[in-house]
């Protein structure tokens, strides 16, 4: 009941009261009033008939009081209807008073659940979670030795789950892992369920460390046994950190920050394990941050500039394509490599903007050393997994070439045996291939598929990963796979490209097995775009075979 319905619900009571008192007042004051004017009347007779006899004063005194009672019954059984009737009112009052109580109370206890409980799983939710967090943080501070853990624990997988099998599914998932994590801890512990796929777990009064690393592993062998959604088996693993009150905390949001972290790490060492948080972790992922922020501000500040490493035919040592590597010109840190800033730039979706960049700026180069006379010199410029699922890939390759007017045929995009493998992919590469764009396979060997497969794909050329071509001069083994690559490929008619190249020992065997095109610093490291243009005029290839400290493949 809200505060107007109150007070006109007391004031109506009061009223009430007012005319029961006003009721019984009227009562009285005409039973005294009848009663007077009863004996004044037998006062006035005397005076006026004194010959009135004994008896007649008596009778016509007893019929005035007769007639007196009588109506002053009859105001009275009127004025107790009229009491009775005030009284079922204000019954009736107090009855809808006690029910709208009562309802408003229905209302606050569903109102406070809904609060602090989360409606899918029953489990409390971030608001009650963080507010018994808040009671446990101040223990420590009367008793020393007091320890607890605060546990992040998010699901590998679960996107898996709910983009095939659906939400509703996902749901009961959801569920099935809320009560399995309940059957993990103590009665003392809280399990929460925060949003999503996240969960959290409270461990109050621990008696050292172990305790908390044995809930995790409890959790990791509970999460192992499949669960049976609408007739199917279902695994779902879970990355899980941990924060311990050992070190000092401000605050009690500093425990999920930090268990945060941890689980953070967790993903990103493989999945489906612990992590307990230390501060280096906290280090870690302030650094992201600000290579994230800085990251953003390149792309505004256009900090990127590209290298290009030449690819060299063995037939007659002539350059014929260059592959464009990005770096980034950090005005504080000097140049990056991709190795540090490509999976972040992934992870944050800002390779697109990156990507794209990359394309229009190698295309646009290539156009010019066109017009130089090289007409025939590739481009390639390499496409991330993240690129095909959010990008319309061959939309914005045709919108470039339209753009810079490079001849499509000297465009050649690398990918690696996963993304090529996937049903989407294979449709843009036919795609591209109807275009006349190239596509070659980087870092080939180093994936799971075969030679086999790769005849269904629209694949120009086979890049033979560096790990291979390192060994190939101290290692049978190694030597007869890259043999066996080379000639099943050009069974299939596919170009082979041996990346890393560094010796001459590795040339000469690789030009016996009829390798095509070699990558690598025996001939030149990834070059700005005026020393390529230099090394294109003189028909050569920088070599650094003088250099004793050669580095390892291609950055």
């Known amino acids: 009941?809200?505060?107007?319905?109150?007070?006109?619900?007391?004031?109506?009571?009061?009223?009430?009261?007012?005319?029961?008192?006003t009721l019984n007042s009227v009562v009285l004051l005409i039973v005294f009033t009848l009663l007077f004017l009863n004996i004044k009347f037998i006062y006035n007779i005397l005076d006026y008939v004194p010959s009135l006899s004994i008896v007649t004063i008596l009778t016509i005194v007893s019929g005035l009081i007769l007639i007196s009672l009588y109506l002053s019954?009859?105001?009275?059984?009127?004025?107790?209807?009229?009491?009775?009737?005030?009284?079922?009112?204000l019954n009736n009052t107090l009855i809808s008073m006690d029910q709208e109580i009562t309802d408003r109370k229905l209302i606050e206890k569903q109102l406070e659940y809904q609060m602090n409980f989360d409606s899918l799983t029953g489990l409390p939710n971030r608001t009650l979670f963080t507010n018994r967090l808040n009671r446990i943080y101040e223990r420590p501070q009367k008793h020393a030795d007091y320890l607890f853990a605060v546990i992040l624990l998010d699901l590998d997988g679960f996107k898996v789950v709910n983009d095939s099998m659906g939400h509703l599914t996902g749901d009961k998932l959801i569920?099935?892992?809320?009560?399995?994590?309940?059957?993990?801890?103590?009665?003392?512990?809280?399990?929460?369920?925060?949003?999503?796929?996240?969960f959290a777990i409270l461990l109050d009064d621990l008696r050292d460390e172990s305790d908390t690393l044995l809930a995790a592993e409890r959790i990791q062998e509970q999460l192992k046994t499949p669960f049976v959604l609408d007739g199917q088996?279902?695994?779902?693993?879970?990355?899980?950190?941990?924060?311990?009150?050992?070190?000092?905390?401000?605050?009690?949001e500093d425990f999920l920050r930090d268990a945060d972290i941890a689980m953070y790490h967790a993903k990103q060492n493989g999945r489906a394990r612990f992590e307990m948080f230390d501060t280096k972790m906290y280090d870690s992922i302030m650094k992201r941050v600000t290579l994230e922020a800085d990251l953003r501000l390149a792309i505004a500040r256009e900090e990127f500039i590209i290298h290009y490493q030449p690819i060299v035919s063995l037939a007659d040592k002539k350059i014929?394509?260059?592959?464009?590597?990005?770096?980034?010109?950090?005005?504080?840190?000097?140049?990056?490599?991709?190795?540090?800033?490509?999976?972040?730039?992934?992870?944050?979706g800002l390779i697109s903007l990156i990507g794209e960049w990359v394309l229009k700026t190698a295309c646009a180069r290539n156009k010019a050393w066109h017009d130089d006379g090289y007409k025939d010199l590739h481009v390639e410029v390499n496409f991330s997994a993240v690129q095909f699922m959010q990008q319309d890939i061959s939309k914005m390759i045709a919108e470039t070439l339209d753009e810079t007017g490079m001849n499509a045929e000297t465009l050649d995009i690398e990918v690696t045996e996963s993304i090529a493998m996937k049903g989407h992919s294979i449709e843009v590469l036919n795609k591209?291939?109807?275009?006349?764009?190239?596509?070659s396979i980087d870092d080939f060997g180093t994936g799971y598929s075969s030679l086999g497969s790769l005849k269904r794909f629209p694949i120009n050329a086979l890049k033979i990963d560096k790990s291979f071509i390192k060994d190939i001069t101290t290692d049978p083994d190694v030597e007869a796979i890259v043999m066996a690559i080379?000639?099943?490929?050009?069974?299939?008619?596919?170009?082979?490209?041996?990346?890393?190249?560094?010796?001459?020992?590795?040339?000469?065997l690789l030009h016996a097995?009829?390798?095509?095109?070699?990558?690598?610093?025996?001939?030149?490291?990834?070059?700005p775009e005026d020393e390529l243009s230099r090394l294109l005029k003189k028909d050569q290839c920088l070599s650094l075979r003088k250099n004793k400290e050669t580095k390892s493949g291609k950055e």
């Not at 007070?7 to 007012?18: L, V, Y």
Request: aromatic letters at 6%.
């Open 175 to 198: 569920v099935k892992v809320a009560r399995r994590l309940e059957s993990c801890v103590r009665p003392v512990d809280t399990v929460a369920h925060f949003a999503g796929d996240e």
């Open 1 to 21: 009941m809200s505060f107007t319905g109150g007070i006109e619900k007391t004031s109506a009571i009061n009223a009430i009261k007012r005319n029961l008192n």
């Open 486 to 508: 080379i000639a099943m490929a050009h069974t299939l008619k596919i170009k082979v490209v041996a990346e890393g190249v560094e010796t001459e020992e590795q040339l000469t």
């Open 233 to 252: 088996d279902v695994f779902v693993s879970a990355s899980i950190g941990i924060a311990l009150n050992t070190k000092d905390y401000h605050q009690e």
């Open 513 to 527: 097995h009829q390798c095509d095109e070699v990558q690598g610093y025996y001939y030149s490291p990834p070059v």
């Open 73 to 89: 019954r009859a105001i009275s059984k009127n004025a107790i209807s009229k009491l009775d009737e005030y009284d079922s009112q």
């Open 432 to 439: 591209l291939s109807s275009m006349g764009i190239g596509t």
């Open 320 to 348: 014929t394509a260059v592959e464009a590597l990005i770096r980034w010109q950090h005005p504080q840190n000097g140049l990056i490599s991709p190795l540090e800033f490509i999976p972040l730039a992934e992870d944050t």
